[in-house]
């Protein structure tokens, strides 16, 4: 299934990434395919953006370990503020340790971006685009 190219140029993402490469070369790829790309490069800055544009972020995409605050912590800090936010995990691990019931989706890494497109769109359609 190709993704909905048409939807996906009206979405906001925040990617939450401490991989500096793979953050620059996901964020390069996400920029060409969406409206506004957020780029953070741990939680606490995450944190900082989700705060400063809830109302405007459709989806999530975090890493898990990260320095300072983890992705998990991240997660549940941005559900207190919007318990219906979507969000993808990014994990290199494959355990119940690295992924979370708490989100739309968890992906493995390496990322693979037709499977992410297709999360999102997956994420997004559940509350048809921002969740506030």
Known sequence: ???????????TVLYVEDDLLLKETLGRVLKRRFATVYEAKD??????IYKAHKDDIDIVITDVEMT?????????????????????????????HHMSDKVCQNIKKPIHIDQLLESILFCVGKTGGNSN
Not at 1 to 11: C, D, F, R, S, Y
Not at 43 to 48: A, P, T, Y
């Open 68 to 96: 300072g605050m983890s992705g998990l912590a991240l997660i549940d800090k941005i559900l207190e503020i919007n318990e219906f936010q979507q969000i993808i995990i990014t994990t290199g691990y494959n355990d119940k």
């Open 1 to 11: 299934m190709m993704p909905n190219n048409e939807l996906l140029k009206t979405l």
């Open 43 to 48: 939680g606490n800055e995450g944190f900082e």
